[in-house]
Nanobody, 121 residues
Framework: VQLQASGGGLVQARGYLRLSCAAS????????MAWFRQAPGKEREFVAC????????YLANSVKGRFTIFRDNDKNTVTLQMNNLKPEDTAVYYC???????????????WGQGTLVTVSS
């Protein structure tokens, strides 16, 4: 499967963005999906993940109450809805596909190219 992330951009603090991850070559329903992010000079960190069915989701504490992850297996997409954005959310956001539901990036074998989110104060 190949993943294509989109939807990043520049937004003011307290604004919102919706990131989308589209898959090709193989149905996304075969994978657990996740979003990670990497800010300049920092390690890649877990943001959110969702089970194959979409029935369960997990979010990092730093984004709980602000971000939502959901998937549409018929459209082969995974979405990260980001509300009430903060400057500390500025990062390159990556979608990833894996076999296991995990917050560890080593558990995800397939990665999209990343989309930049910049939140101004």
């Amino acid at each position: 499967v190949q993943l294509q992330a989109s939807g990043g951009g520049l937004v003011q603090a307290r604004g919102y963005l919706r990131l989308s991850c589209a898959a090709s070559r193989r149905p996304l329903r075969s994978y657990t999906m996740a979003w990670f992010r990497q800010a300049p000079g920092k390690e890649r960190e877990f943001v959110a993940c969702v089970t194959r069915s979409g029935g369960s989701t997990y979010l990092a504490n730093s984004v709980k109450g602000r971000f939502t992850i959901f998937r549409d297996n018929d459209k082969n997409t995974v979405t990260l809805q980001m509300n009430n954005l903060k400057p500390e959310d500025t990062a390159v956001y990556y979608c990833a596909a894996g076999e296991s539901l995990s917050g560890a990036y080593s558990e995800y074998a397939i990665w999209g190219q990343g989309t930049l989110v910049t939140v101004s104060s």
